[in-house]
Structure formats: C-alpha cells, structure tokens
C-alpha cells in the first residue's frame, strides 16, 4: 500500500480525480469582474486522491485578484454535516467559515492542522503574491453543496 507521504507529494501527478477552475466557472462569485479580465484565467485546481472512505485533496490557488478581491475557491457546505481538515502546505491564504449566517476568518498557519466544523460553510483565498496548496481531508460521502453565500469577502487594500 502506497504511504500517505508519498500519495501527498505525488498528488499532482497521480491524482484519483481532479479539476481546474476557470474565472467563466465563479465569476459571479466575485464582487466585481472587470471587462477585460480574461474569462478562461484558472483560478485554482484540486486533485484528490481517494482512500475509502478518506479522501485527500490538494487544491493550488493562483496569486492575484478580480478587481480587487483575491483569487478564491467556490466554498461549500456539506449536506451531509462531516466535518473536514485542512492544511496549509505553501503559501499565504484565509479561510472564510459562515454557520448559521455568521462570518469568521481564520488566518491559515502552514503546517497548522485546521478543523472545519459540521455544517459549517468554507472557502480557502490566497491572500499571497505566490500560489497557496492547501491540504484537505474529507470523508468521501460528505455531500458538498456549492449553494451557499458567503457574508464575508477578502480584498487587497
């Protein structure tokens, strides 16, 4: 059986599954979306890797903003209320959680094991100037809904 460390390391180019998302995928997510910015800029991509019932994930954000706001991922809520970890591997980022309408940020720390609570919505931003991976680990049944708005947005001053 291949070692949690190398499936890690290796993720990017041995992933289970994986996709890239374009700014035409999000880009009424963000505040504002100028005219010129180009609608096929990845913003992120995410590679998992599956070990029943655990998934692993990578997601790599690219540095940068639409407008003014910083490159993010859709955000999701689990339907099916599991909980999730992640961890930052690289980067500078934030990770905005909204329960029960009420916002909170948490400023990631690499290394630092982070706990996403039950019901509680998640979206990772790169608020660096390089790209951000972050670790994720999830229980493959956790029913991830992108319906969710998010209250609280992150913008470069």
Known sequence: MQSINSTI?????NPD???TVLLKDMAS???????KENQNKPIYKVFVKNFYPINIAETLIYPGTIGKEFHMTKGHVHKSGKEEFYILLEGKGSLL???????????????ELTLIHKG??????NIGKTPL???????????????????????RK
Do not use: C, W
């Open 17 to 19: 599954g994986g996709k």
């Open 29 to 35: 997510l963000y505040k504002q979306v100028p005219e």
């Open 9 to 13: 390391s290796n993720l990017e180019k």
């Open 97 to 111: 959680l909204q329960k029960n309408n009420k916002p909170r940020t948490i400023k990631l720390k690499k290394g």
């Open 120 to 125: 509680e919505a998640h979206r990772l931003v």
């Open 133 to 155: 991976k972050a670790m994720s680990i999830y229980h493959e049944d956790s029913k991830p809904s992108y319906e969710i708005k998010f209250k609280k947005r992150i913008f």
